[in-house]
């Protein structure tokens, strides 16, 4: 974004004198609805993209405490991608609570927004690749015939038992190319808590609330690699799970292909928030 666009974008999220939280957000976002115009692909309009975001922050109202340049950057990457926050699951607005430091050292605790493609999304941007019949994942039972194997007689069979299947022992996710090749990923329950393991919000948030949705969108992103990916796909992983400061340097990060769990990419200073703080991470609603 050019110098304008970031004062267009930084005078739209001034608060108002004697206005609610959320009509200065409705009114910030109304501002930038040319740039979300510009952004959105012809599947979604902006403002359907609005509504959905409002709908968004009414229902998980912490939002309203974050600061409002990344709220808006968070919705701006929804735009980019052409992925609907909230009910359908494509992406959210998880807020975060984050330790700052000033110019003097001093330490203090702001929420941001985090912008997070949940696992409806993965298979949203992968499918528009153009090359894929179908793009799914799945979990294992201990009670199901599974075989699988790598190599060059690499083979996936997956017969889901009927009635009680016991205990999840594996995900996996598979690609079915046009040209008639696939790709599949496999990983063990034992894989799939080592990679929960690594995020700050290991015990809440969604990997609390829809484990299972977070698992699989885990096993897609390990797929990613072995897919033919288009430009959007790259740029989806690249801005995914990323705090944006504001709306200048969306899409700036490094991708990482190998960590499907949501983290926080920045230095947290000291174990522990200060007395009164909030914990981290701040609630992030019901997400479906």
Known sequence: MDDLKQRMAEKAMQPVKGQKPIQTIREALQKMEPEFRRALPRH?????????????????????????????????????????????????????????????????????????IGYRGYISLAQRSGQLLSIYAEEVHEKDHFEWEYGLNERLSHKPASGDRGPITHYYAYAMFKDGGHAFKVMSKEDIEERRQRSKAKDSGPWVTDYNAMARKTV?????????????????????????????????????????????????????????????????????
């Open 44 to 116: 979604l309009t902006s403002d359907r993209l609005i509504r959905i975001a409002l709908t968004t922050i009414r229902e998980n109202p912490v939002l309203l405490d974050c600061d409002v340049q990344s709220l808006i950057g968070g919705v701006m990457q929804a735009a980019q991608l052409g992925l609907e926050p909230g009910l359908l699951g494509h992406c959210y607005l998880v807020p975060f609570n984050r330790k700052r430091k000033d110019a003097q050292g001093h330490e203090s605790w702001s929420k941001d927004v985090q912008f997070i």
């Open 220 to 288: 897609i992103r390990a797929l990613v690699p072995f897919l033919p990916l288009s430009a959007e796909i790259v740029r989806g992983i690249q801005q995914d799970e990323s705090i944006k400061a504001g709306l200048a340097d969306v899409g700036s990060e490094k991708p990482d292909f190998g960590d499907g769990a949501i983290s926080v990419p920045y230095e947290v200073l000291g174990d522990d928030p200060p007395a009164g703080a909030p914990a981290e991470p701040a609630e992030a609603g019901k997400l479906v």
